[in-house]
Structure formats: C-alpha cells, structure tokens
C-alpha cells in the first residue's frame, strides 16, 4: 500500500481534512505564553494538544515548516518534535518545506524530510524546475513508502503570472499537470492514484474541475479553505466525482479559540469545535 493509498483510506474514514499546523506565537493562547518554557516548546505542546483533540477528524496534518524555521533552532526543534507526535500516533505528516533544487541538492532535501529528525510521510515540491527536482525523491517513494505534493496551481492571486500563461493551447499549470501524471506513472497504488500528488489550491474551482479530468491518478492537497476563501461548495463538484483529495485549513482551525476568546487550557476544544464544522461544511455536499 502506498502513502496516497492510506492518505485516500483515511480521507473517506475521517473526512478530507487535513488540519495546517502553521503555529506563530501569536496563534497561543495565554496560558501557553505565560509559561516558563521555550518559544518552541509552547509551540510544541499547542501543537500536541490540537493532535489529541483532532486525531479522529483529521486524514492529516500538514505541517508548515516556514513557521518553525523563523524561530531558528528552538523552532525547527520544535518541528521535529511536532511531526514525531502526529506520526508517533499513526497519522499522517504533510511536511510543507516547498523543496526544489537541482538532483545533486535534492538528494539532500529528500535525506532531510524523509528520514531522521524532520522526517515526514510526504512533502511538498516545487517542481517549476522540471523533473531532476523531483527524481531525487523517486527512490523514497520506491522503498519507503513516501509521497509528494508537487505544486501545480496554488492559491495566491499571483499564481496566474506564470502558472497560467498559455503555451500553445495548454496553460502552465495543465502542462505540469501532464508532467505530475507521467512521473507518477511508476508509483501507483492500489486506489488508483499514484504517490505523486499535486497541490491545487481551491480559490479557483472551475479550474480545478478541468484538471481532474486531465489528471485521473493524481491525488490532491487542496489549501485555500476557510482564510483565503474557499469553502465546502467550492470543492463540493470534485469530491462528488471522486474522493480525490483532502482539503487543508490552517488559520481558520488553530484559531478557533481566539474567534471564542478563549485563552486557558480548553482553547482545543475550540479547533475541534472548528475542525467538525469544517467537514461538515465539505460532507454536507457528498
Ligand atoms: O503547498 C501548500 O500547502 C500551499 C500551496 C498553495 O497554493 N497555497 C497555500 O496556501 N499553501 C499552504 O497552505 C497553508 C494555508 O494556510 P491558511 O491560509 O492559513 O489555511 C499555508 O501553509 C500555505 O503555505
């Protein structure tokens, strides 16, 4: 079985919903602040914390490792200690480290995130430098059981520069589409998607239909929901077609208690709170 595999096999028991832990400081509440801890070390047990109250609605945690990486050591600390508790406890850990380097680097990157301290199940890509930025990973999909998201038509209103510039009577992100189909083709798993997935964000869902006609064994990491915008309707045609995705909320679930103002110990109850409403708003249409 494949990670996508298990990823689809979690979807439809959970839900798709994959909870962001995009953690800032500004995101605690009081009671964490006031402790006589490390930055990181807050941030770690908030991050535990929402895992235990979200273990049994989430397909997934996705895990952004900008948010980390600004606190220096204490923070990537804090990463590392995040995704051994999510996958310590069987769940699934999207590293969103948004790699992508010429092979000779990239070998690298894939030793980082798929073994040792920040190793995760599967992370994100930009493959906007062709294939060699993806093939060093090819081996770890092999024979560890590891997947990729790779960028193909995300979420920010600049997207279109590039993304959708049309070469002949293809946009930019179709012909990465095509791309993310091929080098999959290797990697395929027993629910028909391959462990080469894609990223789409879910601000534009008329696009979205179109690639996943265009892109059958894809999987996809749908972020955009809930603080960009987007919303259960929006993914709603897809899901109907086919449980070919999870959708990410970051902001819009580990501030839940911060809407309710709600700052000593129960502030999970608020991002579980948050989390049901969430699947509830994508189930409502399936
Ligand atoms: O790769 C991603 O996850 C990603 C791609 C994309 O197109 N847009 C996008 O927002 N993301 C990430 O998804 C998360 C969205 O966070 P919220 O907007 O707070 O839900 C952030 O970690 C982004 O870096």
Not at 184 to 208: C, H, N, Q, W, Y
Not at 261 to 277: I, M, N, P, S
Request: with cysteine.
């Amino acid at each position: 079985m494949t990670i996508m595999d298990r990823l689809y096999k979690e979807s439809i028991a959970k839900g798709p919903i994959c909870v962001g832990l995009d953690t800032t400081l500004k995101f605690l509440p009081q009671y964490l602040i006031s402790k006589d801890w490390s930055d990181g070390e807050k941030i770690t047990e908030f991050n535990k914390k929402i895992i235990d109250a979200t273990e049994d609605l989430a397909a997934t945690y996705k895990v952004q490792i900008a948010c980390y990486e600004a606190l220096g050591l204490d923070g990537l600390s804090a990463y590392s200690a995040t995704v051994k508790y999510a996958r310590n406890k069987g769940k699934i850990v999207i590293g969103d480290v948004k790699r992508g380097d010429i092979s000779s680097t990239g070998d690298q990157y894939a030793k980082g995130h798929f073994s040792g301290d920040f190793e995760v199940d599967i992370m994100t890509v930009n493959a906007y430098m062709g294939e060699d930025a993806v093939s060093p990973y090819y081996p770890y999909l092999r024979d560890h059981s590891k997947g990729l998201f790779v960028l193909q038509r995300t979420s920010n209103p600049s997207a279109v520069d590039v993304q959708n510039l049309k070469v002949g009577d293809q946009s930019v992100y179709q012909i990465m589409g095509d791309n993310i189909e091929k080098w999959g083709k290797d990697f395929m798993g027993e629910s028909g998607f391959s462990a080469i997935g894609a990223v789409v964000g879910l601000t534009r869902p008329e696009e979205f239909e179109a690639i996943q006609d265009q892109c059958p064994h894809t999987f996809f990491l749908v972020p955009g929901y809930g603080a960009q915008g987007g919303t259960g309707e929006d993914i709603a045609e897809i899901l109907k077609r086919s449980r070919c995705a999870v959708v990410n909320s970051s902001r819009g679930l580990i501030t839940g208690h911060q809407k309710a103002g709600c700052e000593d110990e129960g502030f999970a109850d608020y991002v579980r709170k948050a989390t049901l409403a969430m699947k509830e708003d994508i189930l409502q249409w399936l």
